[in-house]
């Protein structure tokens, strides 16, 4: 079955992008990309495999032989280099500190972008859930639905906050920042282009937000 129904969600570190377009996808019977992982993936193996990533043209060159592979069954996520999982891995914090010099590069983000929309297109399900930075204005700019999904700073620190253990709430605020400030060189994900609604789950808790991604896309489409 071809995909029919695009849902493209973008926002800024801690709004809830992944957690709630997943739940969201699972409720809808669609599947679910993370776009994000592709680029912590990368910079693993750049790290791994000794990749300057303070020099494009390393990166650039090993984009050919970079073997990626994703679940985006909601239920069955994974995230692999080559015949590695790699799931966990690109969760720890020296991947953090290395992604946003790897994402910043154009001829990566091109890259990644086409394989995203492949991705996409070989979904066997009526939809799929994308989010990550930039998905509403490059990645899929023509979704049925297009939604930036955000929430105030004070929030956004809170949540992240609560989702890692061991880490205190300067060192939080201080990721956030400064993720968002190196990441806002590349893309605008803090304003909603032409024709994207903005849901702000400030003061929303979980299941409201997903409600409301939900019903957004249901008026929509009708899914």
């Not at 060159?61 to 799931?87: K, Q, W």
């Not at 972008?113 to 990550?132: C, M």
């Not at 299941?207 to 009708?222: G, I």
Request: glycine share 6%; proline share 4%; aromatic share 4%.
């Amino acid at each position: 079955m071809a995909v029919t129904i695009v849902v493209a969600v973008d926002g800024p570190a801690g709004s809830g992008k992944s957690s709630v377009s997943r739940a969201a996808a699972r409720e809808l019977g669609f599947d679910y990309l993370d776009t994000g992982a592709a680029y912590r993936a990368l910079a693993w193996r750049c790290l791994e495999e000794g990749i300057d990533t303070h020099g494009p043209a390393d990166v650039i060159e090993s984009l050919p032989s970079f073997e990626y592979s994703i679940g985006i069954d909601p239920d069955a996520y994974f995230v692999r280099v080559g015949s590695e999982d790699v799931t966990t891995d690109i969760r720890e914090p020296r991947i953090s500190a290395t992604v946003s010099a790897v994402a910043s590069i154009p001829e990566v983000r091109a890259h990644l972008t086409a394989l995203f929309r492949s991705i996409i297109q070989s979904s066997p399900k009526p939809g799929v859930v994308v989010e990550g930075r930039d998905i509403t204005t490059v990645v899929a700019p023509d979704a049925e639905v297009r939604i930036l999904l955000t929430a105030s700073e004070e929030v956004r620190m809170s949540r992240r906050s609560a989702e890692l253990s061991g880490v205190s709430a300067e060192a939080t605020a201080r990721e956030l920042s400064s993720r968002d400030a190196k990441d806002a060189k590349v893309v605008d994900f803090m304003n909603a282009a032409e024709g994207v609604v903005t849901v702000d789950s400030t003061d929303l808790d979980f299941d409201s937000t997903v409600a409301a991604v939900v019903s957004l896309v249901r008026e929509r489409t009708q899914a």
